[in-house]
């Protein structure tokens, strides 16, 4: 089977063509990069994704938050749905543990800006 996608590893936006065989990248072309390539073994293999949003804060400020680690991409919508449903106090710091083990996924969710 023959997967064509298009790499998020860089600004490039290379366009790969993976041969998958038994649910595995076999092998990989058009990526310029070594970034193409295993963004294209983890795409086809186990997806992953790095989630970026905001929290409510205290008094209705809104907290940027994002993922320490990338998370299962199934697991998205389960995860901003958590992030949702907290209330931040605040003052915050940027790197602030908001939430842990988010979704279930063993990946903690950090505030990424100081809100007063």
Not at 38 to 58: F, I, Q
Not at 66 to 79: G, H, L, R, S, Y
Not at 95 to 108: C, E, M, R, Y
């Amino acid at each position: 089977m023959t997967r064509e996608l298009t790499c998020i590893g860089c600004p490039m936006g290379c366009e790969l063509t993976v041969e998958v065989e038994n649910g595995e990248a076999v092998s990989v072309s058009g990526n310029t990069c070594k970034v193409g390539e295993n963004y294209a073994k983890t795409e086809v293999s186990a997806p992953v994704r790095t989630v970026t949003t905001t929290a409510h804060g205290e008094g209705g400020i809104p907290v940027p938050v994002k993922t320490a680690q990338n998370i299962p991409k199934d697991k998205i919508f389960e995860v901003v749905k958590e992030i949702k449903s907290i209330r931040v106090k605040l003052p915050v710091s940027v790197g602030t543990v908001i939430l842990t083990d988010a979704a279930g996924t063993g990946v903690d969710i950090v505030a990424t800006k100081n809100v007063e």
